[in-house]
């Protein structure tokens, strides 16, 4: 009786077995970036940096711009009322107070009044393309990673089938597919990375574009008026 039990489980095992269902085989992000070989992985890898260097940059403007952006909306009358007054040195000091391209740009235009106008109009508008500068500073370089991002990740999609095509050409065609997977694994993830790169460097360079012009056409604004205060006739 138990030999019989015995042969009939043993019977039915293979059975049980054939209706277990088959195990799902996860990869995740990590493993699917650095299954590229060690080409794929050194441009995943110089991706990344770019990468951070990106957002540091994006980062790093937009509090400096969001900075300079900010001035009292009340700043310029103040400033008419002491230069219709004739205080020069309460109006230098409130600029100083103010510490932005706004007030910079005013307080150069108020340490030349006396002058001739060309000569003020001259010398802020000098003061004005400093102040450019200085909000545009590193901007340039995130416009770089903008496009070098997506080249780098081409290339390694190059690099990617040229080692598919490598192993093919070593085996004679019979190459296995686990072999040809690593050339077509550095393809794929390069090119998906260069473009997440891309895109993100080359939003944040096209917002920090648009926040900028918002500061120069507030400059732009302040010199006007300040220039028309002193065409004021007395």
Known sequence: MLTTLLQEGAENLPSLAAEEEP???TLSLF????SGGISGQIIIIVLFVLLFVAIYIYFERLFAIKAASGIDSNFMNQIKDHVANGNI???????????????RLTAKGISRIGS??????????????LEVYRLEKNVSVLATIAGAGPMIGFLGTVIGMVLAFHQLATSSGQAEMGNLAEGIYTAMTTTVAGLIVGIVA?????????????VVHQMEATAVDFLDLLNEPA
């Open 116 to 129: 001739p106008l060309e000569d003020i109009n001259t010398a802020i508008e000098n003061s004005g393309r």
């Open 89 to 103: 040195e309460a109006a230098k000091i409130l600029c100083a107070q103010q510490n932005s391209p706004v007030s």
């Open 202 to 214: 080359y939003i944040g360079y096209n917002h920090l574009v648009v926040r900028t012009d918002k």
């Open 23 to 25: 195990v799902e085989k």
């Open 31 to 34: 493993d699917l970036l650095m």
